[in-house]
């Protein structure tokens, strides 16, 4: 079983940063993939980052340059850090974990970014 907590949302204005984390519990594999997704009203959820276990990263392309996905094994996290953030970055962002034998979600953490 597999726990993912996240947290760092909130309101911010257009130009702003704000940094996402992701706490995971259980039985974790560090060869497992995380990723942060994002689901905005209206629209299916989009992968933004994900992070594998040798540190390689992909990002969609409407982030790249302005995200960073990383991964602390050690202490079970997972962060996103987003700068310049824009209006259209509105969504509740969610962690994943995946495996090959599991795929787990968190509950998700509301940004809002205002123009």
């Known amino acids: 079983q597999v726990q993912l907590v996240e947290s760092g949302g909130g309101l911010v204005q257009a130009g702003g940063s704000l940094r996402l984390s992701c706490a995971a519990s259980?039985?974790?594999?560090?060869?497992?993939?995380m990723g942060w997704y994002r689901q905005a009203p209206g629209k299916q959820r989009e992968l933004v980052a994900r992070?594998?276990?040798?540190?390689?990263?992909n990002y969609a392309d409407s982030v790249k340059g302005r995200f960073t996905i990383s991964r602390d094994n050690a202490r079970k996290m997972v962060y996103l850090q987003m700068n310049s953030l824009k209006p259209e970055d509105t969504a509740v962002y969610y962690c994943?974990?995946?495996?090959?034998?599991?795929?787990?979600w968190g509950q998700g953490t509301q940004v809002t970014v205002s123009s």
């Open positions: 259980g039985s974790i594999f560090s060869i497992a993939i």
């Open positions: 992070i594998i276990s040798g540190g390689s990263t």
């Open positions: 994943n974990y995946r495996t090959p034998g599991r795929d787990s």
